[in-house]
């Protein structure tokens, strides 16, 4: 996952409703008059000349890769008085950008001016003009030139509004300067739509990998920790000293009556020392803001040790203000050697505000090592509720433990005692790794839920040594070094974990070890080496990244590794058929390229390296469940939904595709401290895992504005025709079936709403849902809901 991504500005978005034409956002199914003479669209503000303080006015700026000057430049102008200038000494990907809406599926001229002074493209393109999240570009212009008319007939296709860059760089960092001036847009033509499309169930294209329906969790926000692992507790092993800024624990009575003591230290770098006045005041820690039900169990543990005129520690579990409000464990057994007590509470009433307080009136001191609180239902230190929602999405393999967390992460920190395991600041996100959760627990939750497991090994900060003792510790016989610790922390026989992924995004500098792809390609052929001689039978899969990346680690280490990665995310998009069709677009996008790869790179003659596309998704919007905690839509779910369509159809090159990620962090399934329900995203891909099927067919004709695609089932049992209408309108789709029979009815599944914007919340009735009708009307027309996705289920054999 990137570190450092696009984020549409709000900005803008609102600038796209107050542009709005009267024809509105979405395409019309029907005929469309033809353009007339006045068919140029006003670009705002084309030339600059409208300003606001120091910016022109609707035009703002985004930067990809730093660093970019920005500026209206009032001496240099095409026409007028001002342009638009990009410069960059160090290097920059960046633009000057506005939001224009568009008519879908329509013929549009771009043209507009660029001057140039010493630009050096690098491994960008240069200065041109582009439509932000689809190939649409012009020529670039570089080094020194005088203003210079660029020009593009394009179809915008799929899109209802368009981003329009000024881009200097683009797909790599440029240096010098470019200027912009006088740009227009001018629609030619548009299509007259009537959807139609042939079916041909006789005429199969290569299965499509079950794989398609992968998973991703990261140690990062509230994916693991506070969200698929039942902990209640923050900071549970002291990472921070009590009363710090950054700590969840504070003090209790005198505010200096904790030290943090590195002599005694159970775990990590210090314990919680209190100094007990002996003055008959409670002293002690607490943290608070924990979520309890009325009437449910609690369960948990904690490892003190203690002066005798410490005795009793009491254990509180707080649920309100008054003297019957808790429920005490007192702890008289305690001597100068750290001990391990058990915890037990039940609530008595429900709150988000209750706190743990372990305390004493006594004298002397006592220390907190460390200690643990979960509710009494876990499942092996899980929450129930997270893990029935992950059995219904029935995902076949998820992927762990990053992400850019892999790329400084230590797998030896994750094993053994889990009291005992250090407590580290995550290396590439915000907060501690508790390191609770480390490949036991990883594997217990993939047993659990019953999923194949996929590692990522550390190729950033890691070494070789480390992969390959990751992979003897995992599959090793209980003979072998690391299969005997293994063995020692309680796993006598071997997992066979078949999926292993050699690195995270190593091509980013935002990456922890990032290096030039000359020399990674190095480092991969040693780790696919020594992993493999480990273990012959795991599946290597390397990093990439469409263009140089990927062509370079496909030709300098095709021969070790079974799988390449891929990853795409997107943002926001103001129209939604503009939204949704990006998902599918760079599903595309990336098996056209590898296509290309298989045709001239020289070491993949007659071998195809199928593509693991194991991170995609959306992201976008406020973070609303922890770091990149965002919240989906519905029109998020029909781009999902798009998006199994498109992998359907390029089942020839994409073999897995992991969804990032699954729990709260741009994920498919949302929780609070006791909730937990899908995500509009969710929903799709649980309803498509389910019902859509293996084996897809050929679908012709033009579906527009829909997407279309059908697949067989299992054995041939049922053909499975899926269709995404984003659009705001109900269509009429015209539909020929060729190869098998036309029933007069269907199993139908849908999802579908009339706002765009509809979403679910944990604990709520949900607003959107899976809708099945058994019996559902069928015949070659068609009435399809606006803003729906719906599998239709044709038997085989009934008519």
């Given at each position: 996952?990137?570190?450092?991504?696009?984020?549409?500005?709000?900005?803008?978005?609102?600038?796209?409703?107050?542009?709005?034409?009267?024809?509105?956002?979405?395409?019309?199914?029907?005929?469309?008059?033809?353009?007339?003479?006045?068919?140029?669209?006003?670009?705002?503000?084309?030339?600059?000349?409208?300003?606001?303080?120091?910016?022109?006015?609707?035009?703002?700026?985004?930067?990809?890769?730093?660093?970019?000057?920005?500026?209206?430049?009032?001496?240099?102008?095409?026409?007028?008085?001002?342009?638009?200038?990009?410069?960059?000494?160090?290097?920059?990907?960046?633009?000057?950008?506005?939001?224009?809406?568009?008519?879908?599926?329509?013929?549009?001229?771009?043209?507009?001016?660029?001057?140039?002074?010493?630009?050096?493209?690098?491994?960008?393109?240069?200065?041109?003009?582009?439509?932000?999240?689809?190939?649409?570009?012009?020529?670039?212009?570089?080094?020194?030139?005088?203003?210079?008319?660029?020009?593009?007939?394009?179809?915008?296709?799929?899109?209802?509004?368009?981003?329009?860059?000024?881009?200097?760089?683009?797909?790599?960092?440029?240096?010098?300067?470019?200027?912009?001036?006088?740009?227009?847009?001018?629609?030619?033509?548009?299509?007259?739509?009537?959807?139609?499309?042939?079916?041909?169930?006789?005429?199969?294209?290569?299965?499509?990998?079950?794989?398609?329906?992968?998973?991703?969790?990261?140690?990062?926000?509230?994916?693991?920790?506070?969200?698929?692992?039942?902990?209640?507790?923050?900071?549970?092993?002291?990472?921070?000293?009590?009363?710090?800024?950054?700590?969840?624990?504070?003090?209790?009575?005198?505010?200096?009556?904790?030290?943090?003591?590195?002599?005694?230290?159970?775990?990590?770098?210090?314990?919680?020392?209190?100094?007990?006045?002996?003055?008959?005041?409670?002293?002690?820690?607490?943290?608070?803001?924990?979520?309890?039900?009325?009437?449910?169990?609690?369960?948990?543990?904690?490892?003190?040790?203690?002066?005798?005129?410490?005795?009793?520690?009491?254990?509180?579990?707080?649920?309100?203000?008054?003297?019957?409000?808790?429920?005490?464990?007192?702890?008289?057994?305690?001597?100068?050697?750290?001990?391990?007590?058990?915890?037990?509470?039940?609530?008595?009433?429900?709150?988000?505000?209750?706190?743990?307080?372990?305390?004493?009136?006594?004298?002397?001191?006592?220390?907190?090592?460390?200690?643990?609180?979960?509710?009494?239902?876990?499942?092996?230190?899980?929450?129930?509720?997270?893990?029935?929602?992950?059995?219904?999405?029935?995902?076949?393999?998820?992927?762990?433990?990053?992400?850019?967390?892999?790329?400084?992460?230590?797998?030896?920190?994750?094993?053994?005692?889990?009291?005992?395991?250090?407590?580290?600041?995550?290396?590439?996100?915000?907060?501690?790794?508790?390191?609770?959760?480390?490949?036991?627990?990883?594997?217990?939750?993939?047993?659990?839920?019953?999923?194949?497991?996929?590692?990522?090994?550390?190729?950033?900060?890691?070494?070789?040594?480390?992969?390959?003792?990751?992979?003897?510790?995992?599959?090793?016989?209980?003979?072998?070094?690391?299969?005997?610790?293994?063995?020692?922390?309680?796993?006598l026989e071997p997992w066979g974990v078949k999926w292993w992924s050699v690195g995270n995004e190593m091509y980013g500098d935002?990456?922890?070890?990032?290096?030039?792809?000359?020399?990674?390609?190095?480092?991969?052929?040693?780790?696919?080496?020594?992993?493999?001689?480990?273990?012959?039978?795991?599946?290597?899969?390397?990093?990439?990244?469409?263009?140089?990346?990927?062509?370079?680690?496909?030709?300098?280490?095709?021969?070790?590794?079974?799988?390449?990665?891929?990853?795409?995310?997107?943002?926001?998009?103001?129209?939604?058929?503009?939204?949704?069709?990006?998902?599918?677009?760079?599903?595309?996008?990336?098996?056209?390229?590898?296509?290309?790869?298989?045709?001239?790179i020289p070491a993949l003659k007659g071998k195809g390296i199928p593509v693991a596309l194991d991170e995609w998704n959306y992201?976008?919007?406020?973070?609303?469940?922890?770091?990149?905690?965002?919240?989906?839509?519905?029109?998020?779910?029909?781009?999902?939904?798009?998006?199994?369509?498109?992998?359907?159809?390029?089942?020839?090159?994409?073999?897995?595709?992991?969804?990032?990620?699954?729990?709260?962090?741009?994920?498919?399934?949302?929780?609070?401290?006791?909730?937990?329900?899908?995500?509009?995203?969710?929903?799709?891909?649980?309803?498509?895992?389910?019902?859509?099927?293996?084996?897809?067919?050929?679908?012709?004709?033009?579906?527009?504005?829909?997407?279309?695609?059908?697949?067989?089932?299992?054995?041939?049992?049922?053909?499975?025709?899926?269709?995404?209408?984003?659009?705001?309108?109900?269509?009429?789709?015209?539909?020929?079936?060729?190869?098998?029979?036309?029933?007069?009815?269907?199993?139908?599944?849908?999802?579908?709403?009339?706002?765009?914007?509809?979403?679910?919340?944990?604990?709520?009735?949900?607003?959107?849902?899976?809708?099945?009708?058994?019996?559902?009307?069928?015949?070659?027309?068609?009435?399809?809901?606006?803003?729906?996705?719906?599998?239709?289920?044709?038997?085989?054999?009934?008519?």
């Amino acid at each position: 996952m990137k570190e450092i991504r696009l984020i549409i500005s709000a900005y803008l978005i609102c600038a796209f409703f107050m542009l709005i034409p009267s024809w509105g956002i979405m395409p019309s199914a029907r005929s469309e008059t033809p353009p007339s003479a006045q068919s140029r669209i006003a670009v705002p503000n084309s030339s600059f000349e409208e300003v606001e303080g120091n910016m022109p006015k609707g035009w703002t700026t985004m930067t990809w890769q730093p660093k970019a000057d920005f500026a209206l430049d009032s001496s240099i102008a095409h026409s007028g008085k001002n342009s638009v200038r990009v410069s960059s000494a160090e290097g920059a990907d960046a633009s000057w950008m506005i939001v224009i809406p568009a008519k879908a599926f329509s013929r549009y001229r771009l043209s507009g001016w660029v001057k140039t002074q010493d630009l050096e493209p690098g491994t960008s393109r240069g200065a041109l003009f582009s439509f932000h999240g689809t190939d649409i570009r012009t020529k670039a212009v570089i080094g020194t030139q005088g203003w210079t008319r660029l020009e593009l007939v394009f179809d915008s296709g799929a899109n209802d509004v368009l981003w329009l860059n000024c881009l200097f760089g683009g797909w790599g960092k440029a240096t010098g300067t470019a200027w912009f001036d006088d740009v227009e847009l001018e629609l030619l033509s548009t299509r007259a739509l009537k959807p139609q499309v042939t079916i041909e169930a006789t005429k199969t294209l290569p299965p499509m990998s079950k794989y398609i329906y992968g998973q991703f969790i990261e140690h990062l926000g509230r994916c693991i920790y506070q969200g698929i692992w039942a902990e209640m507790l923050e900071d549970r092993k002291f990472f921070y000293a009590v009363n710090a800024e950054d700590s969840v624990w504070k003090s209790i009575g005198e505010p200096h009556s904790v030290w943090m003591n590195p002599v005694v230290a159970y775990v990590g770098v210090h314990a919680a020392e209190v100094r007990l006045k002996g003055n008959g005041r409670p002293g002690g820690i607490s943290q608070g803001d924990l979520a309890l039900i009325k009437g449910k169990s609690y369960v948990g543990r904690v490892v003190l040790s203690a002066d005798p005129g410490a005795l009793p520690v009491e254990v509180s579990l707080v649920w309100g203000e008054g003297a019957e409000d808790r429920q005490t464990v007192s702890l008289e057994d305690i001597g100068n050697d750290y001990r391990t007590f058990p915890l037990s509470f039940t609530a008595g009433a429900s709150t988000e505000k209750a706190r743990l307080e372990i305390w004493s009136s006594g004298g002397e001191s006592f220390r907190v090592g460390t200690v643990s609180l979960m509710p009494e239902d876990n499942i092996e230190g899980f929450r129930p509720d997270v893990l029935a929602l992950l059995k219904e999405l029935d995902s076949p393999v998820y992927r762990w433990p990053g992400g850019n967390f892999a790329s400084g992460y230590n797998w030896k920190d994750g094993i053994g005692d889990s009291d005992r395991r250090p407590p580290r600041k995550n290396p590439a996100w915000l907060g501690i790794e508790h390191n609770d959760v480390g490949i036991h627990e990883f594997l217990d939750l993939c047993r659990l839920i019953g999923t194949e497991p996929y590692i990522t090994v550390n190729s950033g900060q890691g070494s070789e040594t480390m992969a390959a003792e990751e992979v003897e510790y995992v599959n090793g016989a209980s003979s072998t070094p690391m299969g005997r610790w293994r063995a020692e922390n309680g796993r006598l026989e071997p997992w066979g974990v078949k999926w292993w992924s050699v690195g995270n995004e190593m091509y980013g500098d935002w990456q922890l070890g990032h290096m030039p792809l000359q020399d990674y390609v190095k480092k991969h052929n040693r780790f696919a080496e020594v992993m493999r001689a480990e273990d012959p039978a795991i599946k290597v899969i390397g990093v990439g990244a469409v263009g140089p990346w990927s062509e370079g680690m496909l030709a300098g280490s095709a021969g070790h590794m079974d799988f390449i990665s891929e990853h795409f995310y997107v943002g926001e998009q103001p129209g939604v058929l503009s939204h949704v069709s990006q998902v599918p677009r760079e599903v595309r996008r990336i098996a056209q390229a590898h296509r290309g790869y298989r045709r001239t790179i020289p070491a993949l003659k007659g071998k195809g390296i199928p593509v693991a596309l194991d991170e995609w998704n959306y992201w976008y919007g406020p973070e609303l469940y922890g770091q990149i905690g965002t919240r989906y839509f519905l029109k998020d779910g029909l781009g999902v939904a798009a998006g199994i369509n498109e992998y359907a159809r390029q089942s020839d090159v994409i073999f897995m595709a992991n969804y990032a990620q699954t729990v709260n962090v741009i994920g498919a399934i949302k929780t609070t401290k006791t909730a937990a329900a899908f995500d509009t995203t969710g929903l799709v891909l649980k309803l498509y895992r389910a019902q859509f099927g293996t084996l897809p067919v050929r679908v012709t004709g033009t579906p527009e504005p829909m997407d279309v695609m059908a697949a067989w089932t299992e054995g041939k049992k049922a053909l499975a025709i899926s269709i995404v209408n984003p659009t705001l309108e109900a269509q009429s789709l015209t539909l020929s079936l060729k190869g098998l029979g036309v029933p007069k009815s269907a199993k139908l599944y849908r999802i579908a709403g009339t706002d765009p914007m509809a979403y679910n919340e944990p604990g709520k009735e949900p607003i959107v849902r899976i809708e099945e009708i058994s019996g559902a009307p069928f015949s070659g027309k068609l009435t399809v809901p606006a803003l729906s996705a719906s599998i239709y289920v044709l038997e085989k054999n009934k008519r």
